[in-house]
Every structure is written in structure tokens, then in C-alpha cells.
């Protein structure tokens, strides 16, 4: 299993542009969501996904829009990039174990917003 | 380069030494915590959870503890040994949800 994937690895954009950063895993879990990390912030969760065809917001959803049309895959765009959004995103995945199965983090994307 | 870090508290001690991480949690209705540790440039790994009818889990030279009454949760690494250098979150899930709400992390550095 490769486990949760995520592309690209290091991104930067100007400030308007759009992009899509890519998550996959091959673990068959129903649960996958997004973060963003921050110095002296944490993980923030942005938007989650319980199932294909099912997404949510999370705490920082402005700016960020995601779909699942499948199992493996849940893509998050940035329709119009700010300096704001200048993070690491972390890609997870879990089980839906009722919500207390380990979750496993993808390597993360380093996008730099100019 | 680093992902998180600039601002963090940080804990140094001597490899070898035993080391302790503490985290307050917010939610007293939170019902499940784990530690993550994360090395530079790489995602959150998981390290060791424990569920709120405990109050202590061991596993493999971690012991995790856990105060109900004052929302406090610690993260004990023994023999702290070079590889163990990172940054350890934890993380609660409220048990009325699903989400992790994750702390700012702790900054663990292992001098030789």
C-alpha cells in the first residue's frame, strides 16, 4: 500500500491564480479530510469528506473547495490563491470507525502564494 | 525545510534522559486524544492513544497519561534517543463528532 498520497510537493503561486492540490490513498477508508498547518498553529481542518459524495466544512473553509467523487481520490482547489493561504496541506484518511480509528497523514504540500 | 516550528515551546534534554510532553485539551467532553509526532518535512505519524476511560496507556518506551479532572494529557518518551527529535501533537476528538482538534505541538529536541 502506498498509503495517502499527495501532489505536488512544493508549489508557488501568484496571488489570483488557481490550483488543485491532489490526495489519494489506497487504503479504502471512508473518512479523508484536509489540513493546514501554520507556525504555532497546529493542524486546522479545513474541509472533510465521511464518504464519496459527501463533503463538509471544517474550521478554515473559506478560500478552499473539495469534492469526492470516489473513494480513493479527494482534490482541494484554491479557486483564487492569497498570500493567506501561504501553508503546509496535509492530506488524511481513516476509517470510519466511529471516529476513533488512527488517522493517516499524507506527506503534505508546501504552497507559497506570492 | 520546516513546516512548523518558528514559534513552538520546546523541550530539550540529553539523549538517553526520559522526556515528558504535556498538552492541555480544551473539550471536557472529548473522549478519545492520540500523539502524533512529526518529523521535519513529513506528515504527522501516529505514536500511541489512549480513550477516556483510562487514564494511562503504555506501548513501546511511550507511556501516555491522562487527567480527566484538570484536561491534561502527557506524552512520556523513555530513553530519549536522537531519532526521537521532532514535534509531538496531540490530538481530541469530541464524542459527540468526528474531527480531530489538534494542539500547537511541542517542539522535542535531543542534545547528545
Known amino acids: 500500500n502506498a498509503g495517502v498520497t499527495q501532489t505536488p510537493k512544493f508549489q508557488v503561486l501568484k496571488t489570483g491564480q488557481s490550483m488543485t492540490l491532489q490526495c489519494a490513498q489506497d487504503?479504502?477508508?471512508?473518512?479523508m479530510s484536509w489540513y493546514r498547518q501554520d507556525p504555532g498553529m497546529g493542524l486546522r481542518l479545513i474541509h472533510y469528506?465521511?464518504?464519496?459524495?459527501?463533503?463538509d466544512q471544517g474550521e478554515v473553509p473559506n478560500g478552499y473547495n473539495v469534492s469526492r467523487s470516489t473513494t480513493e481520490d479527494f482534490p482541494l482547489r484554491l479557486l483564487s490563491a492569497a498570500p493567506s493561504q501561504t501553508s503546509v496541506y496535509f492530506c488524511?484518511?481513516?476509517?470510519?470507525?466511529?471516529?476513533?480509528?488512527?488517522?493517516?497523514f499524507g506527506p503534505g504540500t508546501r504552497l507559497t502564494v506570492l | 525545510g520546516e513546516s512548523v516550528g518558528l514559534h513552538l515551546p520546546t523541550l530539550s534534554v540529553q539523549e538517553g534522559d526520559n522526556s515528558i510532553i504535556n498538552c492541555a485539551y480544551s473539550?471536557?467532553?472529548?473522549?478519545?486524544f492520540i500523539w502524533y509526532k512529526q518529523e521535519s518535512g513529513k506528515g504527522p505519524q501516529f505514536i500511541i492513544d489512549?480513550?477516556?476511560?483510562?487514564d494511562k496507556r503504555q506501548g513501546q518506551r511511550v507511556t501516555v497519561l491522562l487527567n480527566k479532572t484538570v484536561k491534561h494529557l502527557s506524552l512520556q518518551i523513555a530513553a530519549t534517543q536522537p531519532g526521537d527529535s521532532a514535534v509531538y501533537f496531540c490530538?481530541?476528538?469530541?464524542?459527540?463528532?468526528?474531527?480531530?482538534?489538534f494542539g500547537p505541538g511541542t517542539r522535542l529536541s535531543v542534545l547528545p
Open positions: 488524511a484518511s481513516r476509517a470510519a470507525g466511529g471516529g476513533r480509528d488512527t488517522q493517516y
Open positions: 487504503m479504502n477508508h471512508e473518512y
Open positions: 489512549i480513550r477516556s476511560n483510562m
Open positions: 469528506s465521511v464518504g464519496a459524495g459527501i463533503t
Open positions: 490530538a481530541e476528538i469530541p464524542n459527540y463528532g468526528q474531527n480531530f482538534v
Open positions: 473539550n471536557s467532553a472529548s473522549d478519545y
